[in-house]
């Protein structure tokens, strides 16, 4: 049976652990540097209890990816957790699953972020409230410490929805607080999870194509500039031969 990356989803989205390993490790046989597949695979290690794997898999990603967030944050909690084999509910430690819908997900860096001691406690994959407040849309912590607020134009369209009745789930997708940074970098997934009557056609976060002018150019009226690269000596017998022309035309 040839699975795909759905069905691996789909496993997942279940609770499916034992089924997530299986469709996983056939994807992962296919294409050994499937990313996706290998953090999928030591999530569901993870839900397994199964620690001694889950770390395995997710050191081989950053082997693969040194920078991969969701590997490098889920060895962190391994190393500082307890787990035990087989839960019946996904514990609060590991990530949840980014998976991105056209029109019902997105991912937001927040603006004007709040006080960094707040946010350097925080950990992909913990869960944020959103709360439209007259004409700001910010984002909190569980604990309603305030965290930031979405960027103006996905705020006023947010409102809109929110006040319809709108509802939105929403977590911690990545948090950089290094020293290097002048302030904290805080980037949240949002998930439509359910859409009022007034705008069910209308998606949340609809795809915005950006058009290049020249797409609507006259191809009469588009000049093809290209730097000049030629030599110096083939400017200079240019130049002779356009004096030489000029000479002869007058």
Known sequence: MDYTPQDAINAALKSDWKQAVT?????????????????????????????TKAKNIYSQVTRLDKFNSIATRNLELLKKSRVS??????????????LEEPGVTKTV???????PKVISSLHPGDAVKIVARGHLVSVVSSQNAYLGRLPDDLASRLRSLINAGNKYDAW??????????????????????????????SPSFPLSEKLSYAAFTPPELVHDEKPDVSTPEEQDTESRFDADSAREES
Not at 109 to 115: M, S, T, V
Not at 173 to 195: A, C, G, Q, W
């Open 23 to 51: 469709t996983n490790l056939r994807l992962i046989k296919q294409n050994p540097k499937d990313i996706d597949s290998l953090n999928r695979l030591g999530r569901a290690y993870t839900e397994l209890g199964l620690k």
């Open 85 to 98: 084999p087989i839960r019946s509910s996904p514990p609060p430690a590991v990530l949840p699953l980014f």
């Open 109 to 115: 860096p927040l603006i004007r972020p709040g006080d």
């Open 172 to 201: 911690i997708k990545s948090v950089d607080t290094r020293e290097h940074v002048s302030s904290p970098t805080l980037k949240i997934f949002i998930r439509e999870t359910f859409r009022s009557h007034k705008f069910r056609h």
